[in-house]
């Protein structure tokens, strides 16, 4: 197996993690021997980032972001993906960060269910977490004038 990556099981569904080595290390803002990616979505945003020109600066979960667990009522850190500075179409600098997840991610799950499953409590735990997350951060963000967008394979382009 190639060692630069490592292919794990969870869900019963196979995802891509590993170490992403940068054609223009300049332009991470960080350890650019040491970014990990999670998932092949955040591999293809990399790659994206590391090859855009108008891209001037990128970072992978190098910041956080405290929450309140809806579940637990405790202050938690949230780590989002990605956190880029850009050059936008008018020549303005922009900083947005970034989370990236599988569509399917951002639906909320059913309310009243047929059936009342451990993976249904578990789906709606990880929404009502997410969404905590999400809006601390999209208050983070606003706060110093950046943006808070979440990404899916439709803003990466890919097919599934």
Same mark, same amino acid.
């Given at each position: 197996?190639?060692?630069?990556?490592?292919?794990?099981?969870?869900?019963?569904?196979?995802?891509?993690?590993?170490?992403?080595?940068?054609?223009?290390?300049?332009? #991470?803002?960080?350890?650019?021997t040491n970014i990990i990616y999670r998932s092949? #979505?955040?591999?293809?945003?990399?790659?994206?980032?590391?090859?855009?020109?108008?891209?001037? *600066?990128?970072? *992978?979960?190098?910041?956080?972001?405290?929450?309140?667990?809806?579940?637990?009522?405790?202050?938690?850190?949230?780590?989002?993906?990605?956190?880029?500075?850009?050059?936008?179409?008018?020549?303005?600098?922009?900083?947005?960060?970034?989370?990236?997840?599988?569509?399917?991610?951002?639906?909320?799950?059913?309310?009243?269910?047929?059936?009342?499953?451990?993976?249904?409590?578990?789906?709606?735990?990880?929404?009502?977490?997410?969404?905590?997350?999400?809006?601390?951060?999209?208050? #983070?963000?606003?706060?110093?004038?950046?943006?808070f967008r979440i990404f899916t394979e439709r803003?990466?382009?890919?097919?599934?």
């Amino acid at each position: 197996m190639n060692k630069d990556y490592i292919l794990c099981m969870s869900a019963n569904k196979n995802y891509k993690q590993g170490k992403f080595k940068p054609k223009n290390p300049e332009k #991470y803002n960080g350890d650019p021997t040491n970014i990990i990616y999670r998932s092949s #979505y955040e591999l293809k945003m990399f790659h994206y980032c590391d090859l855009t020109e108008n891209i001037i *600066s990128y970072q *992978s979960e190098e910041f956080w972001v405290p929450y309140v667990s809806p579940v637990d009522k405790k202050v938690h850190r949230y780590f989002p993906d990605m956190k880029l500075k850009y050059k936008d179409k008018d020549g303005n600098i922009r900083i947005v960060v970034v989370e990236i997840k599988p569509a399917k991610d951002l639906k909320e799950p059913p309310t009243n269910p047929p059936n009342r499953t451990k993976s249904w409590a578990y789906a709606v735990k990880t929404w009502v977490v997410n969404q905590a997350k999400w809006e601390a951060c999209r208050e #983070y963000c606003k706060d110093r004038n950046w943006e808070f967008r979440i990404f899916t394979e439709r803003d990466l382009g890919i097919q599934i």
